[in-house]
Each structure stands twice: as structure tokens, then as C-alpha cells.
């Protein structure tokens, strides 16, 4: 065992029994390198990514390879989701150095930390131009011993040449109509019409654009922007991409038509695509859109909900493929004999809806299941009885590694997703689920003066401190979670939490958000990205929930904070709409006002009251906040001097310091939020 052996992130612990005597991120790891004059291998990572387990393989676990690093280097290995902030920086240098980037991630450093030699993947010996990893690691020891100076000065030159890059200067204000129209404008030409989505392959799901697109049309009327959203998440959820059995969905697609997912399940994706299905039902009706927001809620609940009540980090794309090796897809892939195997007489009509084929559509005569039926008929009760089979079938498969460590951020994204949906199609189990969560992030991650802790596991808070984007998605979960409870507790968490942004994360001068907190840890660049990435920026994130708290409470200062922060997204959204697509979301709340609305009745077993609160949830309004309780309850500053309406309970509606007058009717609520 080495040091990772204490660590508390799955992929470091997946490492403890290398005979590569591993460090975790710390200033004794550089200490050792400077005491001993060794150069730091970096090697950065996470628990469900595939290549990340093939090197891992070839190379960490190889003796030789081992005894050369253990003698020449000293080795640090990081959990890219545990430590996002040294994952950004230093991915920023490969990518600059080498134009592209990706995981694993392997950096050589100087013992302050200063980078040298960049590379992602080296296999164990040379293959398509690339260098053996032990060719890379005696090259950079001969560097290093022979040329030191000229090691140190080009290490000097990238530290100084990240440190000259500046971010792109935000605008003053806030986007307005034109910017947006821009960037719905910029989306339309990348978009796929064919195969929908944006891009070629591999092609991701592009969450935050769909819910800019949603916003976008339910505040302009805009069918184009609309349809863009209905036609690609129709093809993702008949894509391969989505788990046809289990729900959820999978990374990316490897190819352009959503058919051949990367199989890992990341809790990031899955939250944030659950609430734009739901959302799309919201805005639709759509029998496809509510079936794969439950089915991907029920996945996130089932598989990824840890023993504390929170939520694991991933499923890992690898498994068992019942030979002991393991092998990516092995748990989800088909072959026409294995369902002959399990339906017997009905594999016929299975192959044919879920598009198995004695080719297959993957690897070794396998194919992804897949619904590439668009016309015909079939028999519904028949057809969930195959899917169980199926499912029941798979279950008895070696199941993918679980990553159990609880993400903040991701975590309140699933708050946020869990309590929507439930609360749309009237299941209380998920909204259940979303307080679990959150109980979590409150009693582990936030401590005393606010402040969270990036992860946990088993109930046992991580040692790194939260960054923006778990301050903005937490609060966003605490403000959905208020919302639909109509416990405004959680709006004080919010608060709480929103209230660092400002105090911590935000240059006083411009309004510009830093991901890392002004006390952080010193890293050679203080990370600043407002582009999304898998998840919302932090920045985007923290103006999104500040924006909202502003709503619901009135405070200037949060709305003030959120518009500086926005002045980023008058600047990207025009010009690369879809690496800031929760800025324009957000951006289209602001337009919209935000909407606030106030539900006011005798009590919580009210049927009224509750017709009246589920009418505001559903609400499209871009970003709308809804504050539900009694006339003399201080839970939400929305309530105060709100009564009932002739003893009857009423919904008030306000936009931009000016209120409509109260409604008690549904349906008349339902005309005020269109």
C-alpha cells in the first residue's frame, strides 16, 4: 500500500496498491521533490474514465515502470473531481502547449510546481506516433538532469505566459435582446438537423444550451429554438446514448448519431438532463419527455444514492464481461443469441424495436440497445415485458464500479432535478430524495461559517474546500428545494452559501468571478473559466442562484452581483453560444425579470393551496420563483402582507417592482405565467 491508502476519492484509493509510490496533492509531496531534487510526475484523472484504467493497467501497475518513477521522480496523483481547481490549471498549460487535452492527464512539474512536458495517454510502448511512457519518463529525467536550467526557464516561461492570459473582458451590463438573438442565431448554424444536437462527433448532450433553448422560447414564443430542443432530445432519448432498460444516460456519443455511447453514467449528466426532460414536458406535454425524466430520476435514486442519502459521483464504463476481464459496454451491449437466452420467442420482436443486429452496432457482434423504430406499431404491455426481462436479465451481470464520493456541486444539481420532477408528476419519493441530499450537504459539507467542503464519502467530509460552481449548484438545489417545499430553511442556506460569492470569489473592481476562493490554496494561476464545460460554469451558476435569491428576497445587492456577472455573457454568447449556454439561460430570466410568485393559503393539506402551488411550479417563465405558505408565516419574504382573498387562497404575481393583482384560480394563475 502507498500513501493513497488514506485518502478518502475512489480513483486515488483504485491506486493504493500500485508499486508506484504515489503522493496525493500536498506540500510534503513538493517538499520530497525539492529535498530530494526530483521533477514531479502529475498524474490527474478520475474513477470511471476508461483510458484513465488502461494506463493505469499498462503502466502503474508494471514493476519496472514502477522501480524507474519510484527512483527518478516523485509522483503525485489527483482526483480530477476532488481537486477541479489543479485539474483547470494545469489542463489550461496542456491544451495550450499541445492544443488539445483530455484524461488521464499526465504533467511534469518542477518542485515548485511549475510545468514542463505535457501529454494525456502513453501507451507501454510506441504506437500511432506516440512515445512509450517509459521513452517520455527517460526523457524527461535526462532533461532534467542534463539540461536543468533550460528545464527550469521554459517552466518559468509557461508560468509566466499563463499568468499574462487574461480572461475576456466582460461588458458593463448584462446581455439584452440582441445578444440573445445572436446567440439563438450562432446555435442554429452548428446545429444537426438530421441527427440533432450541435456538432459532430463525439457529440455531447448539450444540457445547458436545451435549457436556454426552453427559456428562450417560453419568454419569445420562438418555435425554432423550440423545436431544436424537442428534436434533439427526442433522437438522444432513442440514441444508444440513453439506457433504454435502466434510464440515465451515458457520457457522450461516440459518433454523430447518438448511437454508440463512452458507457460511463456521471451523476452531472444525468441531473442536469432529468430537469431539461422535465422541463421539456413542462413547455410540451410530451408522453417521451415525462418518461425519460422519471425513468433518468428513478436511475439516479436507484444506482447512484449512497447509504448517507447523497449521491455517488459516477458509473464507471468499464466491467466484467463474465471471463474476468473487463471490458467497456460489457454490462449494457446485446447480442441476438443472449436475447434468444433470456425471451425465448420474443427476441425476435425485441432485436427489431431496440435495433440488435447480427453485425451489431458496437463491438464483437454486439450491439447498444436503441429505438431506431419510428413507424409501426407494438405492443405496449409486450414490450414492457421485455424491457424487464431484459433489465432483471442485466442485473444479474457484474455491475460497473461505483465512484460513492459525493460532489457538492453535482449533488445539488440532482437537488434541484429530484425536487422538480417530483414535485411535476407528483412524486414525493423524489422529492423526498432531493431533501435527503441536501440534509447531507448541510450536516457534512457546509461547516460553521458557511463554507463547504468540495466532497465527501461514507459520511466523512473531504479534506478540499468547496470551489464557485459548488456554491452556485448547491444554492441552486437549496432555491428549487424552497420552492417546491415551501420551506423557506433552505432559502436561508441558500443565502448563506451566495452570500461567499461576493465576500470570496468575485473581483471588487469588475464584477468578474474567480472559480477558486480568495484564501484557496496558491496555485501557479488562480482558475477563471465562465465557459461550460459537462456542468455550468461556476461563474454562470453563481449569477444563475443569485439571481434567483434576489427574486425571492428583494436584495438589491444579489441582483446587482448578478447582473456584473452576467456583463460575461453579453461578451461569449454572441460568439460561442454553446460553451456558455446556463449564462444565456440565465440571461433569459433576467429578461424575463425574474417572475416571483407568492402562494398564500390556510395550511400545507390545503387542496387549493396546493392546485394554486403546483400551478406556480409549472410555470415556464424563465427562472420564476415561487415562495407557498400561510398569510402570517415568515418563511419567505415574498408572503409578507399577502391574505387570502375572500378566505380563499391566492397567487401573487410580480415582475420587476410592479404586481399583478391576485388570483384565485388556476387557471387564471396559469394565463399570468405564460
Not at 185 to 209: C, H, I, N, W
Request: with cysteine; hydrophobic share 40%.
Amino acid at each position: 500500500m502507498n500513501r493513497l491508502a488514506h485518502e478518502t476519492s475512489p480513483y486515488l484509493l483504485q491506486h493504493a496498491d500500485n508499486p508506484v509510490d504515489w503522493w496525493p496533492w500536498s506540500a510534503e509531496a513538493f517538499a520530497e521533490a525539492r529535498r530530494t531534487n526530483r521533477p514531479v510526475l502529475l498524474s490527474v484523472g478520475y474513477s470511471s474514465c476508461h483510458w484513465c484504467h488502461v494506463m493505469a493497467h499498462e503502466s502503474f501497475e508494471d514493476q519496472a515502470t514502477a522501480d524507474y518513477l519510484n527512483e527518478h521522480f516523485v509522483s503525485v496523483k489527483v482526483d480530477r473531481e476532488e481537486r477541479p481547481d489543479v485539474d483547470a490549471v494545469y489542463m489550461e498549460a496542456v491544451q495550450a502547449a499541445t492544443g488539445h487535452g483530455g484524461w488521464p492527464m499526465t504533467v511534469f512539474l518542477t518542485p515548485d510546481a511549475e510545468p514542463f512536458y505535457f501529454g494525456t495517454y502513453y501507451p507501454p510502448a510506441p504506437r500511432h506516433g506516440m512515445p512509450s511512457f517509459r521513452q517520455v519518463l527517460e526523457g524527461v529525467q535526462q532533461a532534467w538532469t542534463t539540461r536543468h536550467d533550460e528545464v527550469s526557464e521554459v517552466a518559468g516561461k509557461i508560468v509566466r505566459d499563463l499568468a499574462q492570459r487574461e480572461i475576456v473582458r466582460q461588458a458593463a451590463e448584462a446581455p439584452g435582446e440582441q445578444e440573445l438573438a445572436q446567440a439563438l442565431l450562432g446555435l442554429t448554424r452548428e446545429y444537426d438537423p438530421q441527427r440533432g444536437g450541435f456538432g459532430g462527433a463525439p457529440k455531447f448532450p448539450a444540457s445547458m444550451v436545451l435549457e436556454f433553448l426552453l427559456r428562450h422560447h417560453a419568454r419569445t414564443g420562438a418555435e425554432g429554438a423550440l423545436q431544436m430542443a424537442v428534436d434533439t432530445c427526442e433522437r438522444m432519448a432513442r440514441g444508444g446514448i440513453y439506457d433504454q432498460l435502466g434510464g440515465g444516460f451515458a457520457r457522450y456519443s461516440v459518433d454523430r448519431d447518438w448511437i454508440v455511447p463512452h458507457f460511463e453514467k456521471m451523476l452531472y449528466d444525468n441531473a442536469l438532463l432529468c430537469r431539461v426532460y422535465a422541463h421539456l414536458w413542462r413547455a410540451t406535454g410530451s408522453d417521451l419527455a415525462r418518461r425519460v425524466a422519471l425513468e433518468t430520476a428513478d436511475f439516479l435514486v436507484r444506482e447512484l444514492r449512497t447509504a448517507e442519502g447523497g449521491f455517488a459521483s459516477a458509473l464507471d464504463a468499464d466491467s466484467d464481461d463474465g471471463t474476468g476481464r473487463h471490458v467497456e459496454g460489457a454490462y449494457y451491449v446485446w447480442t441476438p443469441a443472449q436475447l434468444r437466452d433470456v425471451l425465448g420467442d420474443d427476441a425476435e420482436l425485441a432485436a427489431r424495436y431496440f435495433g440488435v443486429t447480427e453485425e451489431g452496432t458496437f463491438e464483437h457482434g454486439q450491439s447498444v440497445l436503441q429505438l431506431p423504430q419510428t413507424e409501426g406499431v407494438f405492443d405496449a404491455e409486450k414490450i414492457a415485458s421485455v424491457r424487464r426481462r431484459l433489465f432483471d436479465a442485466r442485473a444479474r451481470r457484474p455491475a460497473p464500479g461505483r465512484d460513492d464520493k459525493v460532489v457538492a456541486a453535482w449533488n445539488g444539481l440532482a437537488v434541484a432535478a429530484l425536487a422538480e420532477t417530483g414535485a411535476y408528476f407528483g412524486r414525493p419519493d423524489l422529492v423526498e430524495a432531493a431533501l435527503g441530499a441536501a440534509d447531507l450537504l448541510v450536516r457534512v459539507h457546509l461547516d460553521e461559517h458557511a463554507r463547504l467542503a468540495r466532497t465527501s464519502k461514507d459520511g466523512r467530509v473531504g479534506p478540499n474546500a468547496g470551489v464557485l460552481e459548488d456554491y452556485g449548484d448547491v444554492a441552486e438545489g437549496f432555491l428549487a428545494l424552497a420552492s417546491v417545499t415551501g420551506e423557506g430553511v433552505w432559502l436561508d442556506f441558500a443565502g448563506l452559501l451566495l452570500d461567499q460569492v461576493p465576500a470570496r470569489f468575485t473581483d471588487p473592481e469588475t464584477g468578474a468571478l474567480f472559480d477558486t476562493a480568495s484564501d484557496a490554496e496558491r496555485l501557479i494561476r488562480r482558475p477563471q473559466d465562465p465557459t461550460d464545460n459537462a456542468a455550468p460554469s461556476g461563474w454562470t451558476a453563481a449569477a444563475g442562484a443569485l439571481l434567483g435569491y434576489a427574486a425571492h428576497t428583494g436584495s438589491e445587492a444579489h441582483r446587482v452581483a448578478a447582473e456584473r456577472a452576467l456583463g460575461v455573457v453579453k461578451t461569449l454568447g454572441p460568439r460561442v453560444p454553446r460553451f456558455i449556454g446556463w449564462g444565456l439561460a440565465v440571461a433569459e430570466a433576467l429578461l424575463d425579470g425574474p417572475r416571483e410568485v407568492a402562494v398564500v393559503g390556510p395550511g400545507p393539506d390545503d387542496e387549493r393551496t396546493a392546485a394554486l402551488h403546483r400551478t406556480a411550479l409549472l410555470g415556464a417563465a424563465p427562472g420564476a420563483v415561487v415562495a407557498c405558505g400561510t398569510p402570517d408565516g415568515d418563511e419567505f419574504p415574498l408572503l409578507a402582507g399577502r391574505t387570502l382573498i375572500d378566505g380563499a387562497p391566492a397567487a401573487y404575481v410580480c415582475r420587476g417592482f410592479v404586481c399583478d393583482l391576485p388570483v384565485t384560480d388556476p387557471e387564471a394563475l396559469r394565463a399570468r405565467l405564460a
